[in-house]
């Protein structure tokens, strides 16, 4: 389905107890009644007919395509990756790589994620008679749900904007031929107003918390800190920095509270080691690696493998063993980062990446100061040839040299790297939407923002409280990776390197891009400074190093500020005539980027 007015057209008509497979009941139904009369008289009579199409929704996020583009968007358009396996033929994916997109290209359509806005907008619109006719589905039930459907659905609008700026926005179930579909598209920053204020309404009714006995729910489902994330992050592309850091401290809240109460339920962990494992991470609850010896790895398997980790708050859940349980494996990642058939996927991380894990000084990513034991350089990729395993491996195991646990840290140390690859139709690793790193950066990079410039004494006397909070930030995931179990070898940043508003701007940005690569975050950032800043210099000077590119062409092309964002796809704008093109891009007729950008 490549339009709009297609999707809506589908689901609105189609029996949404089928939705993802939920339920095996409405087959009777299809033989003697229409759909439509399914919808309104005969499903939507009971809570667990809200339920099944709530999961609905959930599922609609675990396809394929959902995942490419969220990678594709996040990651293909960035310095950190490459052209991988088989690169020319895959058309689609080279010419993203090369910066020729087209209208025509298929990563340029959205069907997937204004399906899953129509189920939540279909959800929203019948889930009040639900309340009416099922006693047992309670007021707050009900509130529960519409602040749920409201947090998916902005979480949907806000890749699009991010990707696209201006695209169209209803907040309508479509369920109806008669509807009007060809919506123009609304601003961006009129979108991201309407998000925030849907999230602002319904954050206090959204769940806290699961119940223990669905402990999957509780990153697989989004509760008040996903909203409470989703607004931090909202706010700092509206340059609301108070607000980003103020929802960012909740979160941080929430994760330490729940830490200490797993602490104090503990048979393992004693208050001893609890006190250990914050110090190391400077009071945030982060997941911590081996604190002693010589062998790491724990942490990328608890965070990325095992799922549902005590630093995740949002993440979309895959069986863990798709192939044995039937069910639909990350094939996104598979196909783009590798598998067990296929070490080498479509993407592979750029040479800038490569070279800069490999480099003894002068590193642009990894920091000097780490001495390359940073565990990232290693759990990121492979270094001897580019592959990916973030994601694509279920088992990383990092051994450091026996020496280096009694002798000085050299420059350039060898590691053994043990590593164990999804097989083939069976990653079950899940797409985390937000962890608590990626929380705590964003608010470094707000305080950040709330500096003043210049090295005077007044200045400098504003700028230090912040300055800490920012740097305290960096320095606990920094210190969380480094392959080191004592504490002060471990705290490789120094606070005195970082006074300056630019240098711990430099420091946050360098941080976000190798705790947070392949996650796919990294072009959104590139985007939200640009957007920010108000003009492409930063993101012109990154694309100019990338592997595919033609240096010269994308170093001029990007100057402009509509480069930075997607073109609508062709076939969109050929059915909504109220989409305008962006104008770097052309309507995609006979045309090229290359022939429009000139």
């Not at 139904?29 to 199409?53: A, P, R, S």
């Not at 470094?444 to 305290?472: I, T, W």
């Amino acid at each position: 389905m490549n339009t709009i007015k297609n999707i809506y057209h589908t689901i609105g008509r189609m029996a949404l107890c089928c939705l993802g497979a939920l339920c095996t009941a409405c087959s009777d139904f299809l033989e003697i009644k229409q759909m439509d009369e399914i919808i309104l008289e005969d499903f939507w009579t009971g809570k667990e007919d809200v339920d099944n199409v709530v999961n609905g929704c959930y599922a609609a996020l675990l396809d394929a395509g959902v995942r490419e583009r969220m990678i594709m968007w996040g990651e293909g358009r960035s310095d950190n990756v490459a052209g991988g396996r088989d690169k020319v033929n895959q058309t689609n994916i080279y010419n993203v790589l090369r910066e020729n997109i087209t209208a025509m290209n298929a990563f340029t359509t959205w069907d997937g994620f204004y399906r899953v806005i129509n189920r939540c907008n279909t959800v929203l619109k019948y889930a009040v008679q639900v309340g009416d006719a099922d006693p047992s589905y309670t007021r707050s039930d009900l509130y529960a749900t519409v602040g749920e459907m409201k947090a998916l659905r902005a979480l949907c609008y806000f890749y699009l904007i991010r990707t696209f700026r201006d695209v169209p926005y209803s907040t309508t179930a479509y369920t109806d031929d008669d509807q009007k579909m060809d919506l123009p598209a609304t601003p961006f920053y009129s979108v991201l107003d309407s998000l925030i204020n849907d999230l602002e309404e319904v954050k206090g009714q959204v769940v806290t918390r699961y119940p223990e006995t669905e402990p999957r729910d509780q990153t697989g489902r989004i509760t008040r800190d996903a909203v409470y994330a989703m607004l931090s992050e909202m706010y700092l592309w509206k340059k609301d920095y108070d607000n980003c850091i103020r929802y960012a401290d909740m979160v941080i809240q929430s994760k330490k509270d729940a830490f200490m109460e797993n602490v104090n339920k503990s048979t393992t962990i004693s208050a001893r080691m609890a006190e250990q494992m914050l110090q190391r991470t400077n009071g945030y609850p982060l997941v911590t690696d081996n604190l002693s010896g010589s062998i790491f790895g724990d942490a990328y398997r608890e965070i990325f493998v095992r799922g549902n980790s005590t630093e995740t708050i949002f993440e979309l859940v895959y069986a863990s063993t798709p192939k044995a349980s039937g069910q639909v494996a990350n094939t996104g990642v598979e196909n783009l980062y590798g598998n067990g058939r296929y070490n080498t996927g479509f993407l592979i991380a750029s040479s800038y990446v490569t070279e800069d894990a490999l480099a003894v000084s002068d590193r642009k990513v990894f920091e000097d100061a780490n001495k390359g034991l940073d565990s990232r350089l290693y759990t990121n990729l492979n270094t001897n040839n580019g592959n990916i395993t973030k994601l694509s491996t279920s088992y990383q195991q990092i051994m450091l040299p026996s020496e280096l646990t009694v002798a000085k840290i050299e420059e350039n140390v060898t590691k053994t790297n043990g590593r164990t690859y999804y097989e083939e139709g069976n990653n079950g690793t899940n797409w985390i939407v937000y962890r608590l790193p990626d929380i705590m950066l964003l608010e470094a990079e707000a305080l950040c923002q709330q500096m003043r410039e210049g090295s005077d004494s007044a200045a400098l006397a504003y700028n230090k409280p912040l300055a800490d909070k920012a740097f305290n930030l960096v320095n606990a995931i920094n210190k969380r990776s480094i392959m080191k179990g004592t504490l002060q070898d471990a705290d490789t940043l120094k606070r005195a390197s970082y006074n300056t508003r630019t240098q711990l701007e430099e420091l946050v940005i360098r941080e976000r891009q190798r705790e947070l690569m392949f996650e796919g975050k990294r072009y959104y950032d590139l985007v939200r400074y640009s957007m920010r800043d108000g003009n492409t210099d930063y993101i012109t000077s990154v694309m100019t190093r990338r592997d595919d590119v033609n240096k010269s062409y994308v170093g001029n092309f990007f100057r402009k500020m509509d480069a930075i964002f997607w073109p609508y796809n062709y076939e969109e704008m050929r059915v909504n005539r109220n989409l305008v093109p962006n104008p770097a891009f052309g309507t995609g007729e006979n045309e090229s980027y290359e022939k429009t950008a000139k």
